[in-house]
């Protein structure tokens, strides 16, 4: 093979390569995206349960319910878009941890989204603040192991 022609084909190649890792960049900003807005959901529909347990707000089992359904549907969203490659994308506070040690973040995830469905199920305002503080320290769980603090 002639010089021209293995330059050539060496060039075709690296092409070929970054063209590859840019048609795989846009998924790692949509999962990005997709994830950052989940969890900004989960802190939205946490703020009307802080309300009612601080007694801002009166206890409403409709607004809890509405509430922690939204909460626990958000972290199933969220847990799917923590894909590989999308932690190289945008400002992020999310642990590399969590693609290195990704059973025990789908675990705590997990487990964090019982507390949620859990708490949908509460009825009565005595049984609210002991599911709201099983759902606070599941996310506190996961915070602690995987989420970097604010610069």
Same mark, same amino acid.
């Given at each position: 093979?002639?010089?021209?022609?293995?330059?050539?084909?060496?060039?075709?190649?690296?092409?070929g390569?970054?063209?590859?890792?840019?048609?795989?960049?846009?998924?790692?900003?949509?999962?990005?995206?997709?994830? =950052? /807005?989940?969890?900004? &959901?989960?802190? /939205?529909a946490?703020?009307?349960?802080?309300?009612?347990?601080?007694?801002?707000?009166?206890?409403?089992?409709?607004?809890?319910?509405?509430?922690?359904?939204?909460? /626990?549907?958000?972290?199933?969203?969220?847990?799917k =878009?923590?894909t590989?490659?999308?932690?190289?994308?945008?400002?992020?506070?999310?642990?590399?941890?969590?693609?290195?040690?990704?059973?025990?973040?789908?675990?705590l995830?997990? /487990?964090?989204?019982?507390?949620?469905?859990?708490?949908?199920?509460?009825?009565?305002?005595?049984?609210?603040?002991?599911?709201?503080?099983?759902? &606070?320290?599941?996310?506190?769980?996961?915070h602690?192991?995987?989420?970097?603090?604010?610069?």
């Amino acid at each position: 093979m002639t010089r021209s022609k293995t330059l050539a084909l060496s060039s075709f190649a690296l092409a070929g390569a970054v063209a590859l890792a840019y048609a795989q960049a846009p998924d790692a900003v949509a999962a990005f995206n997709a994830r =950052h /807005e989940a969890m900004e &959901g989960v802190n /939205e529909a946490m703020k009307p349960l802080g309300a009612i347990a601080k007694k801002q707000a009166p206890f409403d089992a409709a607004v809890v319910k509405k509430n922690a359904t939204v909460i /626990e549907q958000k972290l199933g969203e969220a847990s799917k =878009h923590f894909t590989a490659g999308s932690e190289k994308v945008g400002k992020t506070r999310a642990k590399a941890d969590i693609w290195t040690s990704r059973e025990d973040f789908d675990r705590l995830m997990g /487990e964090a989204r019982t507390a949620a469905a859990a708490l949908a199920k509460v009825s009565d305002e005595a049984a609210f603040r002991p599911a709201l503080g099983t759902l &606070g320290t599941a996310c506190k769980s996961c915070h602690d192991m995987y989420r970097a603090p604010e610069n």
